[in-house]
């Protein structure tokens, strides 16, 4: 009988053409839930179970009904939104899974921060308050310098260093504002209008991409990121693996993250962790249960167990392809990263206006060692750069014996790119 894989994501989710790519390898049905207009007759002809992240208990009804004539093998998430969901469908399936609440922690910053506090891992002083309280009041009980974050936004949106009162309180009406947007207000997760002010961690920041088997931790990559994050704004421009730090580093960060899984209680499945070290200690930022997001995916290949040597691309799989394994059972322990250096860049957007077109993308394609340039932007799409911003203007992967080689790479085809980005015309309507 054919398995089937219960994917959940967003409509938009860059990385499904990925996963479909690893179904169709593996011989196995992927069957999606997404967050679609339910009352449209299959407008993809993909047969989706629509889902509204928000509406749990229907949401599992439906995809219930589904696997009673389907019979699901494993549900895996993609993205921040799904992961409480399907924790949720797969304990109601008898499936490998996250604890529903451990997922809703994971996906929350201030429960993160409380939880790794209460198993004695180091994290930074923290207040919750709410979006539009007032600043000044606020302001007179800060350290500085510190991170204004939003609890429930991910890539960096929203999340700003403030040095001074003055910079605090612009802050806080700053992200007040955008968690009232429409489509941040729209995901009706009760958590939208909650903020968080933290202490800002001096240090340098990595990325960690791990899965956990039946609460066995095992790292999957090590990602530095070269350009300092110290604000004022948090733009993740760069990842590039394998890390430069020494073995005892990274196993220090392996052990951090692996502690800050458990004290989330995360069981099984996919992770993305991100973690600022300076000098001994380790504070693990976030352990998000799903993988790593967009199509940043890419940066990474594996080795199926065949010996396949760096020169050779033909024993390469995906990440996708690993985690649909994972998540059917299946032992993935013999598949590790290959041994060629990687980096891909996150491509950041220099102002806000409206995109318009790109030019050099050949040229950047041309660069020694990069793989692909991809651009995910839009034309006549309305560009925000952090800390409101929502998306990248693309992506750039390169490939190398070296790791500074790839660095350099993907530098240099961005270098060779020009973006047209037209003034935008806010439109006042008066009340």
């Not at 007032?134 to 310098?145: E, L, M, S, T, W």
């Not at 220099?350 to 041309?366: C, F, L, M, S």
């Not at 060692?369 to 998306?391: N, W």
Request: neutral net charge; contains cysteine; glycine residues 8%.
């Amino acid at each position: 009988m054919r398995r089937r894989l219960l994917l959940l994501s967003t409509t938009t989710g860059y990385q499904l053409r990925s996963f479909g790519d690893a179904a169709t390898e593996l011989g196995i049905e992927l069957v999606f839930a997404t967050d679609r207009c339910h009352s449209l007759f299959d407008p993809w002809r993909d047969s989706a179970v629509p889902v509204r992240f928000h509406e749990e208990r229907e949401s599992i009804d439906a995809v219930l009904r589904v696997a009673r004539q389907r019979p699901l093998d494993g549900v895996l998430a993609v993205g921040d939104r799904p992961v409480v969901l399907a924790a949720q469908i797969a304990a109601a399936l008898g499936l490998p899974g996250n604890p529903p609440d451990s997922a809703r922690a994971s996906a929350h910053k201030r429960l993160t921060r409380e939880r790794l506090a209460r198993a004695g891992l180091p994290v930074p002083w923290h207040t919750p308050i709410k979006a539009g309280e007032d600043p000044a009041r606020i302001a007179a009980n800060v350290v500085y310098p510190a991170v204004v974050k939003p609890v429930g936004l991910s890539g960096s949106r929203g999340v700003i260093r403030v040095n001074d009162r003055r910079e605090l309180v612009s802050a806080l009406q700053r992200v007040s504002t955008l968690v009232t947007r429409t489509e941040i207000r729209g995901q009706r997760t009760g958590s939208e209008q909650d903020l968080l002010i933290e202490g800002f961690i001096e240090g340098r920041e990595y990325a960690i991409e791990g899965l956990l088997t039946r609460g066995r931790f095992r790292p999957l990559a090590l990602f530095d990121k070269p350009d300092p994050l110290d604000g004022p704004f948090f733009e993740e421009t760069l990842y590039v693996t394998p890390s430069a730090l020494p073995a005892g580093a990274q196993q220090h960060i392996f052990k951090a993250v692996e502690r800050a899984a458990a004290a989330l209680g995360l069981w099984h499945g996919p992770i993305h962790a991100e973690c600022r070290t300076n000098g001994d200690d380790v504070f693990v930022l976030e352990v998000a249960a799903r993988p790593i997001g967009g199509l940043c995916s890419k940066v990474l290949r594996f080795d199926d167990g065949g010996g396949a040597d760096s020169e050779r691309t033909e024993g390469r799989r995906s990440l996708e392809y690993l985690l649909v394994r994972h998540a059917l059972g299946e032992d993935v322990s013999n598949m590790a990263r290959e041994s060629s250096a990687a980096a891909v860049m996150m491509i950041p957007i220099p102002r806000r206006g409206i995109y318009r077109r790109v030019d050099g993308e050949h040229d950047a394609g041309a660069v020694r060692y990069v793989e692909d340039v991809r651009i995910t932007a839009k034309r006549d799409q309305l560009l925000e750069p952090l800390p409101e911003a929502g998306s990248y203007l693309g992506f750039i992967f390169a490939r190398a014996p070296r790791r500074e080689d790839a660095d350099a790479a993907v530098r240099e085809a961005h270098a060779r790119l020009t973006f047209i980005v037209d003034p935008a015309i806010d439109v006042m309507v008066n009340p």
